[in-house]
């Protein structure tokens, strides 16, 4: 069997006698020589390349994209007999991290300092004697209630620390519950859940579905006090809806580390909207467990066992 790794991460996974590994260059289509693999590996292709030889890989039998979200990969085409993984849970502390430190740049109000900072004005009005729970956007995590709008592996483990910060937490997804110990709504219930939320996390995938999911009327749902943080994909919000809800001043900040053009082009209307913190897509970008992940994924498919991360078939 030969197992194509791409060459933008260092990967070194322990693969069983027969297994021939070969890297490819992540920035171009796989080389003809060596579309006769068996087991692709992907991180940081683009869809085109991917696209381009989906269909000329006959003895292709697995794919294993690195990303949490696997739509690029899903996309490309391979054909429906090809087993295709994710890299579910290989992003879920890097990304963690980042939504933390969005939230807490939001409540703590950091993007202003750094205008005062810049201007090299000492910000009365953000330090010394503060009321706990001001008129206004929320400054705290204590008491405050945080949305998470995608409970998946990611959204189970920022919670926990949201949590331990003295916030009020509560997942979203398809059906209502419990999960990690948190109280989860369905979607159908969204809603009336908007209209008691000061921060709301998204971490929901690209799908038809979630296209443009946080939109004019959802938005219009939120308190005037309350954030928005995107850590999950750039189409699920509705960016015309964001900047005007932003504008009017109808919530209070938000902070997006995607868009739905990746890069965000500079006549982009986000580089303008007031209250809005933007990274550029720096939230993941470091899997971490790819090598026992890709291997243990190898095995499994070798033994024709079940393989972890299914989406496709």
């Known amino acids: 069997m030969k197992l194509l790794l791409?060459?933008?991460?260092?990967?070194?996974?322990?693969?069983?006698?027969?297994?021939e590994t070969v890297s490819y260059d992540a920035s171009a289509p796989v080389p003809d020589?060596?579309?006769?693999?068996?087991?692709?590996?992907?991180w940081g292709s683009s869809t085109d390349d991917m696209r381009a030889v989906a269909g000329r890989m006959p003895r292709l039998r697995w794919v294993q994209s690195l990303a949490a979200g696997p739509d690029a990969v899903l996309a490309a085409g391979f054909r429906d007999d090809v087993v295709i993984t994710s890299g579910s849970g290989l992003h879920d502390r890097p990304?963690?991290?980042?939504?933390?430190?969005?939230?807490?740049?939001?409540?703590?109000?950091?993007?202003?300092?750094?205008?005062?900072?810049?201007?090299?004005?000492?910000a009365d009005e953000l330090g010394g004697l503060q009321p706990l729970h001001p008129e206004g956007a929320v400054t705290t995590l204590l008491g405050a209630r945080v949305l998470i709008w995608g409970f998946g592996a990611i959204g189970q483990t920022v919670a926990p620390l949201l949590d331990q910060l003295g916030a009020q937490v509560r997942g979203v997804a398809r059906s209502s519950g419990e999960r990690s110990g948190f109280a989860v709504i369905a979607e159908d219930d969204l809603h009336q859940e908007?209209?008691?939320?000061?921060v709301l996390l998204m971490i929901l995938p690209s799908t038809p579905a979630?296209?443009?999911a946080l939109n004019a009327e959802r938005l219009a749902a939120l308190p005037a006090h309350a954030y928005v943080v995107n850590v999950g994909r750039g189409s699920t919000v509705d960016e015309s809806a964001l900047v005007a809800a932003l504008s009017d001043g109808r919530i209070a900040g938000a902070a997006l580390d995607v868009t739905s053009t990746e890069p965000l082009p500079a006549d982009s209307p986000l580089w303008d909207a007031p209250n809005l913190l933007l990274t550029p897509h720096a939230a993941g970008?470091?899997?971490?467990?790819?090598?026992?992940?890709?291997?243990?994924?190898?095995?499994a498919l070798l033994a024709g066992r079940d393989l972890r991360n299914v989406v496709q078939p």
């Open 6 to 19: 791409p060459d933008s991460l260092p990967l070194a996974p322990a693969v069983p006698e027969g297994v």
């Open 33 to 42: 020589e060596h579309l006769d693999a068996e087991a692709l590996v992907v």
């Open 95 to 122: 990304v963690t991290e980042h939504a933390l430190a969005l939230v807490l740049a939001l409540v703590r109000r950091l993007p202003a300092a750094a205008r005062a900072h810049a201007k090299n004005r000492w």
């Open 194 to 198: 908007l209209g008691r939320t000061d």
């Open 210 to 212: 979630t296209a443009q």
């Open 285 to 299: 970008g470091r899997p971490v467990g790819a090598d026992e992940l890709i291997s243990a994924n190898l095995a």
